[in-house]
């Protein structure tokens, strides 16, 4: 039989298996309500660079928005480090909670991630620990086994380039 098709949606290479600290790429970022009946977002992660470029990861980040106040801290302390892995300073990320956004404007982001799986109730998940871009260069150097050397001046940031500004600019938020 021979055919065509219009259009290849981008393949996944499949699932993550194998621990460590990854650049990703925020494949889908979508609204969902657990089986507790909160909202959160659920995000794919897709591996942005290296052998394992493609490899997805799933997880989600809970809404700060249950009666219970202290598990709202605990989600919103979630979300800031989630929005600091993008590149966003603390204030940034702090003053784009405060306002509010929409969470489809997170899809094609990258984010820094450290991967490995958890045990609980008998089976595997995903965990997922976000980096700050500083500490994805740390780790990710160290994990190549790569020097790590201090810069000789306050030239600019190698990871600014890749993440489309530095952050200087507290009052500039991308999203």
Same mark, same amino acid.
């Given at each position: 039989?021979?055919?065509?098709?219009?259009?290849?949606?981008?393949?996944?290479?499949?699932?993550?298996?194998?621990? $460590?600290?990854?650049?990703?790429?925020?494949?889908?970022?979508?609204?969902?309500?657990?089986?507790?009946?909160?909202?959160?977002?659920?995000?794919?992660?897709?591996?942005?660079?290296? $052998?394992?470029? $493609?490899?997805?990861?799933?997880?989600?980040?809970?809404?700060?928005?249950?009666?219970?106040?202290?598990?709202?801290?605990?989600?919103?302390?979630?979300?800031?480090?989630?929005?600091?892995?993008? $590149?966003?300073?603390?204030?940034?990320?702090?003053?784009?909670?405060?306002?509010?956004?929409?969470?489809?404007?997170?899809?094609?982001?990258?984010?820094?991630?450290?991967?490995?799986?958890?045990?609980?109730?008998?089976?595997?998940?995903?965990?997922?620990?976000?980096?700050?871009?500083?500490?994805?260069?740390?780790?990710?150097?160290?994990?190549?086994?790569?020097?790590?050397?201090?810069?000789?001046?306050?030239?600019?940031?190698?990871?600014?380039?890749?993440?489309?500004?530095?952050?200087?600019?507290?009052?500039?938020?991308?999203?």
């Amino acid at each position: 039989m021979k055919f065509k098709v219009s259009e290849v949606p981008e393949v996944s290479a499949g699932r993550c298996q194998a621990p $460590g600290k990854y650049a990703v790429k925020i494949a889908s970022a979508q609204d969902a309500v657990s089986s507790n009946g909160n909202d959160m977002t659920k995000l794919v992660l897709s591996v942005a660079k290296g $052998g394992r470029k $493609g490899e997805v990861m799933y997880t989600q980040v809970m809404i700060p928005n249950t009666p219970d106040e202290d598990l709202n801290k605990i989600h919103a302390r979630t979300w800031a480090r989630f929005l600091m892995s993008t $590149g966003l300073t603390s204030k940034q990320a702090t003053s784009l909670l405060m306002k509010g956004f929409d969470t489809d404007k997170l899809n094609g982001k990258t984010c820094f991630v450290e991967f490995s799986h958890q045990e609980r109730d008998g089976r595997m998940w995903d965990r997922i620990k976000w980096l700050t871009p500083a500490q994805a260069e740390v780790h990710m150097a160290v994990a190549v086994e790569a020097p790590v050397e201090e810069p000789e001046d306050d030239g600019p940031n190698p990871m600014d380039e890749f993440l489309g500004g530095d952050d200087d600019d507290d009052d500039i938020i991308p999203f």
